[in-house]
């Protein structure tokens, strides 16, 4: 094993399961482990341990970072009970931050289009097309686990009023969709593009 100076690993270390997992067999790892300045993980208490076993965190999906999700044939019985095919790749919404045209500052508005998890209280910003495609029922995209809208965002007028108008389209939509947390995902930026 490479000598590591003791400023460069963090040794000592414990995990009770669920947070690493042996990179051969991909089988879940629970005891001591330590840790290298390359961000690498092994098995036993130090460097100095016998026949250390490289490990790697566990993988998560971080819903707005990640723009494929595959289904698995970890769990069979959920897979045939959603008639799932496990070998299919489904893409996910990406973020996309909106960039207003000259034509729509004329206008005065512009259409933002969203996604929102399901199941959860997780939005992303995102395109036109993907936004179609989630609309459409697409069977490339996973389109049962998102709900899609779009607002109709102001852009230019008086100050306070294009901040009302387009607060109370937000309140709105979360009225309407049965949301909650859009503001918040806004971060309450009622403003935002306003010239």
């Known amino acids: 094993m490479t000598y590591y ?5 963090k040794i000592n270390l414990f995990t009770q399961g669920k947070e690493l997992e042996v990179i051969s067999s991909k089988e ?16 036993g208490r130090n460097p100095s341990s016998p026949s250390p076993v490289p490990l790697q965190p566990v993988p998560k999906i971080p819903p707005s970072q990640i723009n494929m999700v595959t289904l698995t044939p970890l769990n069979p019985r959920y897979n045939t009970l959603k008639n799932a095919n496990i070998n299919k790749f489904l893409l996910l919404p990406y973020y996309q931050k909106p960039s207003p045209t000259n034509k729509e500052y004329e206008i005065g508005s512009f259409v933002r289009y969203f996604a929102k998890k399901s199941n959860q209280n997780l939005y992303i910003e995102t395109t036109k097309e ?53 503001n918040s995902y806004l971060n309450f930026n009622h403003l935002e593009f306003y010239k």
Do not use: C, M
């Open 130 to 182: 993907i936004y179609d495609q989630f609309i459409n029922k697409n069977q490339d995209y996973d389109y049962l686990s998102y709900i899609v809208f779009n607002l109709t965002w102001t852009l230019r007028g008086k100050e306070t009023l294009v901040q009302t108008i387009n607060r109370k389209i937000i309140a709105t939509t979360e009225r309407k969709l049965s949301i909650q947390g859009l």
């Open 28 to 43: 879940e790892y629970t005891g001591h482990y330590w840790k290298n300045s390359k961000g690498e993980y092994f098995t």
């Open 5 to 9: 100076p003791k400023s460069q690993v």
